[in-house]
């Protein structure tokens, strides 16, 4: 039961963040590009990975952190479906160039920054 509590608690917080870190994207940046959901994909890869590699090495235990984090706030906060019609979104409209940019910019970032993440949590 504390699992499910940790994991719902983690997921209001992330839901929370991930509106902020959108509407934050949207006063900087307007609505000309999805940014808050590529901002959002990219830090949630990095806190992913580093968490992993931090629970991995014994630095953090297991419980209450994956429910907590990982599963619960990390889940709530990244957005690939949301990437996905963002970029479904964009080719509908014609705006190729800009559907290839985000997919492009959201593999190769979050895939950086997971490894970051790793690296960085790994460190001893």
């Known amino acids: 039961m504390l699992t499910y509590l940790a994991v719902g608690l983690g997921g ?12 934050a994207a949207l006063n900087v940046f307007g609505k ?3 940014f808050g959901t590529l901002l959002v994909n ?8 580093l968490l992993y590699a931090l629970i ?9 952190w994956r429910a907590l984090v ?10 690939f479906s949301t990437f996905s019609l963002d970029t479904v979104l964009l080719l509908q409209q014609g705006a190729v160039l800009k559907a ?7 593999v190769l ?12 949590g790994s460190m001893k």
């Open 12 to 23: 209001a917080v992330g839901a929370c963040l991930r509106y902020a870190c959108n509407e």
């Open 42 to 49: 990219i830090l949630g890869s990095f806190v992913l990975g």
């Open 32 to 34: 000309s590009f999805p």
């Open 100 to 106: 290839l940019m985000n997919v492009f910019l959201n």
């Open 70 to 79: 990982a599963i619960g706030l990390i889940g709530a906060f990244t957005t």
């Open 109 to 120: 970032l979050c895939l950086t920054l997971a490894w970051l993440g790793l690296k960085l």
């Open 56 to 64: 991995s090495t014994g630095a953090l235990a297991a419980a209450p």
